[in-house]
């Protein structure tokens, strides 16, 4: 999926691009925060292992190379000014049984003598047979190959955490939609990653900016939330944006098992199932969720094909139980998920399609308010009005480096 982007601040753009640029942003009436307040911790910073194991380089890539591989959005290539150079690192994270394990992502170092702000972007789902879309692999079928890179060139250190289950750690299950882990292999390829620019000699301010849309997006928030309450004065968030995240566990699950409506792609509903059964050792079988034949071709390939009715899916017994909120081990699961509802200081901004029916829009929604009511000032709720979850991508790309450039 290309995402289109923005410059760094204080990169000078012609008239044309500038107009393009705004045209993005005229997105709708946003809910804005009220004046910022100082982002200040007096946590300490908990001693962490150093991260980094080994770095590769993978390539060079110069301005005009960047540039043309967004050959059909030519004022987006425009941005590019840097050549970049793109690693691999590998370095240690915790995997959700609390082993160390060795864990891999890509980061887009550009060529320049000042000190840069670093950017970790997390990246959407990725299923396990497209591996070669994981960050480190570098592919052209990855995020970063296009428009991630053009952002790297105007000016911005990206640091893309593959994520445990792909890369060095592909011989692993993807703990999908898993927030601890998302967020501590995120934070650790973010240390890792200074930790490398450090040895390489590479200037960097002390500015970390968040951005990811999809899965990417609620790993975006959960990293958030995780850098400001354990990690304030090592890696301070700068400010965030995270796209469409499924940030209310447990009210999804209630929306998903109520529906009469088809849904589109029930299967990724089914990996959230089959990964917290696995990690928080639910230990349920694949009888108790779903109907046969579903149960039998699940329980042989997780990734099968499935009805896109709910009802025809799930047994009913089920369905009654997550209604009534009745099965406590899986509630306990989902609100364990639940990201919504804490107190941010860095500025945020939720963006989100209004007719996302892949991950509804109530998730931003019940975010910022509840963000609110525990008194964060400087939250935004920026809804991309009409988008669904795949036409959202472009403005909510635009628009989110644009909120960014202000910090």
């Known amino acids: 999926m290309k995402h289109p982007i923005f410059p760094r601040r204080g990169t000078r753009l012609p ?6 640029l705004f045209a993005f942003l005229l997105i709708g009436p946003s809910c804005k925060s009220d004046a910022p307040e100082p982002n200040v911790t007096t946590e300490p910073t908990p001693s962490a292992p150093t991260a980094l194991i080994n770095s590769t380089l993978i ?6 190379t960047l540039a043309g591989r967004v050959g059909d959005v030519p004022l987006v290539g425009a941005l590019a000014r840097l050549p970049i150079k793109v690693y691999k690192l590998t370095y240690t994270t915790q995997n959700t049984d609390g082993q160390r394990i060795t864990a891999s992502g890509a980061v887009l170092v550009p060529v320049s003598t000042q000190a840069l702000p670093v950017i970790s972007y997390q990246h959407g789902t990725i299923r396990p ?11 052209a079928n990855s995020e970063l190959w296009s428009a991630v890179s053009v952002l790297a060139s105007t000016g911005y250190v990206v640091s893309a955490p593959d994520y445990i289950g792909y890369g060095a750690s592909k011989a692993l299950p993807h703990p999908y939609e898993h ?14 990653t200074r930790e490398f620019c ?49 940030y209310h566990k447990s009210a999804f699950a209630k929306y998903i098992i109520g529906s009469d409506q088809p849904l589109s792609f029930l299967s990724t509903y089914v990996w959230v199932l089959d990964t917290y059964n696995r990690v928080y050792k639910l230990n349920q079988p694949t009888t108790a969720y779903y109907q ?46 639940d990201i919504f509802d804490w107190k941010p ?15 509804p829009y ?6 910022y308010t509840a963000m609110r009511a525990r008194g964060a000032t400087q939250v935004q709720l920026r809804p991309i009005q009409g988008g669904n979850h795949f036409t959202s991508v472009a403005t909510y790309t635009l628009a989110a480096y644009a909120f960014i450039s202000q910090y």
């Open 292 to 337: 046969e034949p579903y149960a039998t071709q699940l329980q042989a390939n997780p990734f099968g094909s499935v009805p896109s009715l709910p009802s025809q899916l799930f047994t009913s017994a089920f369905r009654q139980r997550v209604q009534a909120d009745a099965d406590a081990a899986l509630l306990a699961a989902l609100r364990d998920n």
């Open 362 to 367: 109530f998730n931003s929604q019940d975010a």
């Open 179 to 192: 927030a601890a882990s998302l967020a501590s292999a995120s934070a650790d390829m973010l240390r890792a």
């Open 345 to 359: 200081k860095a500025p945020l901004a939720l963006f989100h399609g209004t007719a996302d029916d892949y991950v």
């Open 59 to 64: 390539g060079e890539y110069s301005q005009a």
């Open 198 to 246: 450090k040895q390489q000699n590479v200037k960097l301010n002390e500015k970390n900016f968040l951005l990811g849309y999809s899965e990417g997006g609620y790993a975006t928030l959960a990293l958030h939330k995780l850098l400001e309450e354990k990690y304030a004065t090592e890696l301070p968030v700068a400010a965030s944006a995270p796209g469409a995240g499924a």
């Open 15 to 20: 008239a044309t691009a500038l107009a393009w």
């Open 129 to 139: 047979d497209d591996e070669d879309r994981a960050p480190s692999y570098y592919s």
